[in-house]
């Protein structure tokens, strides 16, 4: 019998994380999870098992990264599936938040990621093999939302170097797989996950409201399921050759596409002038 993967999955005490490793677990895969707290992750997965390594982990520290994925190769002997979902939602608008706030969601969403896969990487080399999942965002594709533009830089930013890091892993037999998911239901934009800016300008009407949908009419009633989307992530694992680029959902898919549409009418539109530029014209 073939043994199961081994996955290494970050941001893993709440939200789709959590979804994923106990979907994971159930079906007999082999998890390490991690999170800032490993009291919280066996308060809902339980204790160290054969199958199942809780790791407190500091994405924003290179150094106790590296050594969290030491202990997952000493425990398991290899890592064959990283699943980088760790981040948060940041909420406000470009002037109300300050250089900190920026930074900090920059560490955590943007730098912790590169943290992960600046240390797994050499263990997948070595191992010909693997497979790099980053988390990205719709938000992470479209960025008109008012009062996220933080928090979309954070996941453009994924966005872009996922796709460069997919032709870096290409000649390792490395697959790289960028998903941008649209509205799930968990508890990404409840208190305690999400963070809004500590000195609100009441000028941003349109952010205001923007903020308060989000808060109190999406929140709970999200249109995706993660059940659903954990199924979706060990699919893709399992496919021979899975896409760079993964829009995960109806909503996402709107999006995609409403951009998508933007961009073509604007480029056609503007073709001649675009093209204008060319040094032949002169």
Not at 88 to 95: K, V
Not at 249 to 271: C, R, V
Request: overall charge neutral; aromatic content about 10%; glycine content about 8%.
């Amino acid at each position: 019998m073939k043994t199961k993967k081994v996955w290494f999955v970050t941001g893993a005490s709440k939200g789709l994380g959590l979804t994923l490793v106990k979907k994971l677990l159930a079906e007999n895969y082999r998890v390490a999870a991690t999170s800032r707290s490993v009291q919280s992750l066996t308060n809902e997965l339980g204790e160290l098992t054969d199958d199942f390594l809780p790791l407190e982990m500091n994405l924003t520290d290179n150094e106790n990264v590296k050594l969290a994925i030491a202990k997952t190769f000493n425990h398991f002997g290899k890592i064959d599936v990283l699943v980088n979902n760790a981040g948060y939602a940041l909420i406000g608008t470009l002037e109300e938040l300050s250089e900190k706030e920026v930074l900090s969601s920059f560490e955590v969403n943007v730098l912790g990621s590169l943290h992960v896969i600046r240390n797994i990487a050499p263990h997948f080399r070595k191992q010909n093999a693997g497979h790099i999942f980053n988390i990205s965002s719709i938000g992470g594709y479209i960025g008109s939302f008012p009062g996220f533009g933080i928090y979309c830089a954070t996941k453009f930013a994924v966005a872009g170097f996922t796709e460069a890091l997919a032709e870096e892993m290409k000649a390792f037999n490395i697959h790289t797989t960028l998903v941008y998911p649209g509205y799930f239901r968990t508890n990404f934009l409840s208190k305690g996950s999400v963070q809004t800016a500590l000195n609100p300008i009441a000028d941003y009407k349109a952010a205001r409201e923007m903020e308060q949908a989000h808060l109190k009419e999406i929140n709970g009633n999200q249109p995706n399921d993660p059940e659903k989307a954990a199924d979706v992530l060990i699919a893709l694992s399992n496919a021979e050759q899975p896409p760079v680029h993964f829009f995960m959902g109806k909503d996402a898919y709107q999006y995609a596409k409403l951009k998508i549409g933007l961009i073509q009418t604007s480029m056609a539109q503007y073709e001649v002038l675009a093209k204008s530029t060319d040094i032949s014209n002169t």
